[in-house]
T-cell receptor, first 106, second 114 residues
């Protein structure tokens, strides 16, 4: 059974800081997903990747298949980045980590 | 844009009531999923469906059932609501059988059972 672990659980940063959130999974997956959930509950899919690196604006997601590890980076963080970030590994179904709560202070 | 619409944003029900949570997607996705989200536990899969009239149990199906009579609609049913089913419920859909395509989520239904 696939296990997905995220770290850290909680993260507080100052505006402008570079942020990294980590995700590890225990078995092979077909794709790794990063999701963002703002206060209020709505979830947005940020990235889906199966190899290498993807970039969208200030967000960068990387994955190392051999090490079963992915990272989500936020450059020049802003208070509007405050949200819960969730990673999930799919083997048909999506198994999620417990999420990382990010607070970016002005 | 793909839309996944959940019928209610907030719902309050009494213990023992039968509760229907509805989810509709508009992009002809084969796969639909129901998750619940609880503090400290994250998102957990309740049920999923890969096709009309097909359903599969997820990690925590007890106390729930589902219905998929049409491709675009996936309903989650609480036969007799209990207080431990108070939670945020999220519906998702995806294209592709192996999870290799992006997922689209609904906005969630926050259910309180009193």
């Amino acid at each position: 059974k696939n296990e997905v672990e995220q770290s850290p659980q909680n993260l507080t940063a100052q505006e402008g800081e570079f942020i990294t959130i980590n995700c590890s999974y225990s078995v092979g997956i077909s794709a790794l997903h990063w999701l963002q959930q703002h206060p209020g509950g709505g979830i947005v899919s940020l990235f889906m990747l199966s190899s290498g690196k993807k970039k969208h604006g200030r967000l960068i997601a990387t994955i190392n298949i051999q090490e079963k590890h992915s990272s989500l980076h936020i450059t020049a963080s802003h208070p509007r980045d405050s949200a819960v970030y969730i990673c999930g590994g799919s083997q048909g179904n999506l198994i999620f980590g417990k999420g990382t709560k990010l607070s970016v202070k002005p | 844009d793909v839309k996944v619409t959940q019928s209610s944003r907030y719902l309050v029900k009494r213990t023992g009531e039968k509760v229907f949570l509805e989810c509709v997607q508009d992009m002809d996705h084969e796969n639909m999923f129901w998750y619940r989200q609880d503090p400290g536990l994250g998102l957990r899969l309740i049920y999923f469906s890969y096709d009309v009239k097909m359903k599969e149990k997820g990690d925590i199906p007890e106390g729930y059932s589902v219905s998929r009579e049409k491709k675009e609609r996936f309903s989650l049913i609480l036969e007799s609501a209990s207080t431990n089913q108070t939670s945020m419920y999220l519906c998702a859909s995806s294209l592709g059988a192996t999870g290799g395509r992006g997922y689209t989520f609904g906005s969630g239904t926050r259910l309180t059972v009193v």
